[in-house]
């Protein structure tokens, strides 16, 4: 599958609005990596009391990002239907850039492992190519 909108995104990750951070999944490779996108708006609710006068995302909310599309990558394979993929650690998270409204966040989760029902994926964010956040983050699919 090379695409995904938001209704098949929701068939695999739990995740609903206003917690669902991703709008596309624009390419995936089942069980290794995905990629998605976030256009980031100043309508989004952090706004309202993340520096309201300097409207910056969270840095919190784009691993959560990095996350959910890392979820994704790990959940596209027909053995892991109707499973979920629990958040379960982040190693090495930096922020280089901040992110502001009308960005558009694109968010990048390699699969580098996986050995039972733990997942790793190595995450980088960017905007207009230029890399804003990264993290190794762990999984537990259950």
């Given at each position: ?14 995740h609903?609005?206003?917690f ?13 990596k995905?990629i ?6 100043s ?47 982040i ?14 966040l ?16 190595n995450?980088?964010?960017?905007v ?7 993290a ?7």
């Open positions: 599958m090379s695409q995904m909108n938001i209704e098949k995104i929701m068939e695999v990750i739990p609903r609005y206003p669902l951070l991703i709008d596309t999944i624009e390419q995936i490779i089942e069980g290794k995905a998605g996108k976030k256009c980031v708006s309508n989004e609710q952090f706004f309202q009391g993340h520096f309201p006068n300097n409207p910056v995302m969270p840095g919190v909310l784009i691993i959560e990002a990095l996350a959910q599309v890392g979820a994704v990558a790990l959940l596209s394979c027909p053995d892991m239907k109707g499973k979920t993929a629990y958040f379960a650690g190693d090495g998270a930096r922020f280089r850039k901040k992110v502001i409204p009308g960005d558009v694109m968010l990048e989760t390699e699969i580098i492992k996986i050995k039972g029902p733990i997942g790793i994926g995450a980088v964010a960017k207009d190519g230029v890399k804003v956040a990264e190794k983050l762990t999984f537990a699919i259950g």
